[in-house]
């Protein structure tokens, strides 16, 4: 079956996320400051890509919403892009057309 049965919560906004640390990082102290901008490059690591790691970002986002992209591309590529708003169509649409071709 495709879907997980985790009780995980949704993914959390990645440009919200970024947001917050950037706003972090702008009031920090010199000492915190490392720490920050190394959170903020570990978010912008996570920003989907058609590759391996694009790939299983794109199934958590799906396995939380409890959408199946075999049955549910347009759902599929909506909520995608909805979990990263950075992501462009183009994108999202190779993401779910990858994940289709995985479990096939």
Do not use: C, Y
Not at 34 to 50: E, K, M, N, W
Not at 61 to 89: C, F, N, Y
């Amino acid at each position: 079956m495709f879907f997980s049965q985790s009780n995980r919560p949704k993914p959390a906004n990645l440009e919200v996320l970024r947001a917050a640390l950037q706003a972090a990082l702008d009031a920090a102290g010199e000492e915190e400051r490392p720490g920050l901008r190394r959170a903020i490059h570990i978010v912008d690591g996570i920003v989907p890509s058609t590759g391996p790691a694009g790939r299983e970002w794109a199934r958590n986002v799906l396995e939380l919403a409890r959408i199946d992209p075999r049955t549910s591309e347009i759902k599929a590529v909506k909520e995608l892009r909805s979990a990263s708003p950075g992501l462009g169509l183009k994108e999202a649409v190779a993401l779910v057309r990858a994940l289709v071709a995985q479990s096939g």
